[in-house]
Each structure stands twice: as C-alpha cells, then as structure tokens.
C-alpha cells in the first residue's frame, strides 16, 4: 500500500493511496470550511448538488451514467472534524484494472464527480426549489429524528453543553431554524463562496498509480474557481471549564442516560503524548476488557452499558451509560472511582496490553476496509498529520503504564448529564 499527499493547486490537496486489495476504487471530495451559523447550508450543498447536473439533470439521468461506470454510487456527504465541517461527496466506483477492453475508469469516475460539483443544474442562476424544498425536508427529519435514538442525543447534548461557544458544539448538520432559512438563492451564493475560498480534500484509494490519479482530477476540476482558500483552519483547542457542570433533562424515556464529560489537559491528535491518550481510553472504557465494561456493567450491574470515546483533535472524552433512575449516583461515583484507578496505575500489565492490542489490531484493520480508511485520511489532513495508521500503532506498542497513570491525571471533569424520564427522578 503506497500513501502519496500532494497539492494540485493552491488550497487543493489530494491523498491517494494506491493499492491493489481492493476491486473498487474510493473516492472523495470535500470543501472545508469552519463550523458556524452556515452549517445547515453548507450541509444542503452537496444534497442538492446530487440531484442533477446540467449534463444529467435530474436522479435518473445521473443513475444512468453511474450504471455506465459499471454501478459506481455517489453519496452526498457532511462531516464535523473537530471545528470544521467538510462537505462533499464519497463515490465508489469499479476499478480501473479491472475494467474490460482497457476502459479508462480513471478519468471517467474523477470527471464525473467534478460535473456534480462544478456544474450543477440551475433554475433562473440559482438552484431549483423544488430539489432545495426537498432536501431541505430530509434534512430537518434527520435532524428531529436525532431524538429517537437517546443513546446518541445524550451524547450529542452533552458536547452541545460542553463546548458552548465552540463550533465544536454544533451538529454538523446545523440547525432546523438554519436550514428553514435557506432560499435557492442564498443556497446558491453559499455554494459559490465555498467554491472559490475553501481548501478542498481530494482522495482516492485503488490500484492507479498516484500520478494517474492526480492528472484525472487536475482535469476534472479545470473550472474550479482560482480564488484565495486559505488553509488556516479554526483553532480546535477546547477551553476548559473551570468548574463541574450539571445539566439534568426529562424525556419520555424507560431507562437514564448518564454522560460524564472530560477534558484531555490539551492532548489531541498532534500532541506527543496522543499514543497516552488512546491507550487511556481504550484501558478505562473503550473496550470490552475495560474497567467501565468489566467492573461498572459487568461486576457491579450499576448500568446497561458503559463504555467511552474520544474525539481526537478536540482532545476530550465522554463516557456514556444507560442506567437505572436510582443508580445514577451509584454508577457515576464507580465511573470516577474507576478513572482514579488509572490515575493511580492500579491496573494490570494484561490489561494494558489488552488496551494497546486492541487499538493496534483497529489501526490495522482499517487498512482493509475502503471506507474506514478515507475516514481516517480525512481526520488526519484536518488535524494536518501525515501519520499513518502503521506508524501511529508502532507508537502506541510504546506505551507504557506510567504514561497511561500521567495521561489519567491530566483529564479533568466538566461536565455530569443526566437524562432522567418525566414520571421519574433520581434517587
């Protein structure tokens, strides 16, 4: 597997991993741009954009020409890294060598996503309003529908309270209030501005050789504008709270929901101690050999679930469980108890190597899977690291007991979230 990151033109940068494990090549684009009040609109983008070019104008006529390219798909895509949003689209289409009489895939799958984003199809200079009234429903459903899925919403409710302020803060689809908003003219000038100054992501991951790659999209975005995409991004440091925050809400639910937020001592994806951080997590929550799955839900049955996450540029970690209403001090007393022994090195050498295994054996099983691996590229040229997933394993295997106990005593609690039922409340 051959990584290669060049810059095709100023503010353009294309990852290409080329590859021949693979019978599809997988490709993306993405426009950068900071998370804010646009978010909804920026999120629209790529919605509308999949609806119809001015060559294939409508769902039909682009589902024919994927069915040319042997059944390629194109997904509109929206994702928060951090505090930035990176819209666009993810493709998948079959691969060059494999493509019968010798078929140039290549220029065809890079040709055909350039049409989606430069060429779009228009109504009196602006985009059609029926397509923009159609996203536009899609999207708020999905975001009203966020609620039904409590396990998530507490989350996402929590890093709402957490980084109030942030652009960290808000969903990366925005808002309902931000997308009822948007008019077909509006949509319009959003797209142009992000088409003339964000930086762009370009990356494809296949058998061609990345030279090939990058000539098929130099010349599939020849019309983009040449404007000024600066490439400073928004600075991701979280400031932490100076104290604990308590946030309790009742919904209509059987079954508690208990998030505790913490801050990382400003360690992310770029810090030397980065390697800490994962095995931390990994070792305290983020597996089934942890200390929140083996003593919090297994041992003492406090909760249904308990386990934790972190985002990797923000540097913060929450850890989530689904409680019983009477146990929410009980399971957030033994969740803490429970960090305290990791600040205290009071866990085995198995467990430490169980952590590092499992986080090593992610790291390399994302070198199988297409998806997992453009994932992880972008996380990576947002946090502008090159580090590659074998490297970043080859750092964690050095980790040691003392690092994880230091990285432990730097997290700092900032936030308990309870989500508590209507007819119930805590004991």
């Not at 429970?338 to 390399?364: N, V, Y």
Request: charge should be negative; include cysteine.
């Amino acid at each position: 597997m051959k990584y290669c990151r060049t810059e095709l033109l100023p503010g353009v940068r294309l990852t290409a991993i080329q590859t021949s494990k693979f019978k599809s090549g997988y490709w993306g684009v993405y426009v950068l741009t900071p998370m804010g009040p646009e978010a909804a609109a920026n999120a629209l983008v790529p919605r509308v954009l999949r609806r119809g070019t001015r060559r294939h104008p409508g769902v039909r006529p682009l589902s024919e020409a994927l069915d040319e390219l042997y059944g390629g798909t194109i997904e509109a895509a929206v994702r928060k890294r951090g505090e930035v949003q990176c819209v666009g689209f993810a493709a998948s289409f079959l691969d060059g060598a494999l493509a019968p009489g010798g078929e140039d895939l290549l220029s065809a799958a890079a040709g055909l996503l350039g049409e989606l984003l430069l060429d779009p199809a228009l109504e009196n200079g602006a985009f059609r309003p029926d397509w923009l009234e159609g996203e536009r429903t899609n999207l708020i459903d999905q975001i009203k529908g966020e609620i039904n899925d409590k396990r998530f919403y507490a989350q996402k409710r929590a890093i709402e309270l957490m980084c109030e302020g942030e652009g960290y803060g808000l969903d990366a689809k925005g808002t309902i209030e931000g997308a009822e908003a948007v008019t077909p003219d509006s949509l319009y000038d959003r797209y142009e501005t992000l088409l003339s100054s964000a930086p762009v992501e370009l990356y494809y991951c296949g058998s061609a050789r990345p030279e090939r790659v990058a000539e098929a999209w130099t010349a599939a975005l020849s019309r983009l504008p040449q404007g000024s995409r600066s490439q400073t991004l928004p600075d991701r440091s979280h400031r932490p709270s100076q104290e604990v925050r308590r946030q309790s809400e009742r919904l209509d639910v059987t079954q508690g929901k208990l998030v505790l937020g913490f801050s990382g001592g400003g360690v992310s994806l770029t810090h030397p101690d980065y390697p800490s951080f994962l095995t931390l997590n990994a070792l305290y929550g983020g597996t089934t050999t942890s200390k929140l799955f083996l003593n919090v839900r297994e041992k003492r049955s406090l909760c249904y679930y308990a386990s934790s996450m972190v985002d990797k540029l923000k540097g913060l970690m929450l850890v989530s469980s689904g409680v019983e209403f009477e146990q929410f001090q009980a399971a957030e007393d033994e969740i803490l108890a429970q960090l305290e022994a990791c600040r205290q090195g009071d866990f085995t050498e198995e467990e430490l190597t169980a952590a590092k295994k499992s986080l090593i054996s992610g790291l390399r099983s994302t070198l199988d899977v297409q998806w997992q691996l453009e994932d992880f590229w972008l996380t990576q040229n947002v946090g502008e690291t090159g580090e590659e997933p074998e490297a970043l394993a080859g750092r964690i295997e050095q980790v040691s007991a003392q690092d994880v106990a230091e990285q432990a005593k730097r997290m700092q609690l900032e936030l308990i979230y309870r989500m508590e039922g209507t007819e119930h409340g805590a004991a």
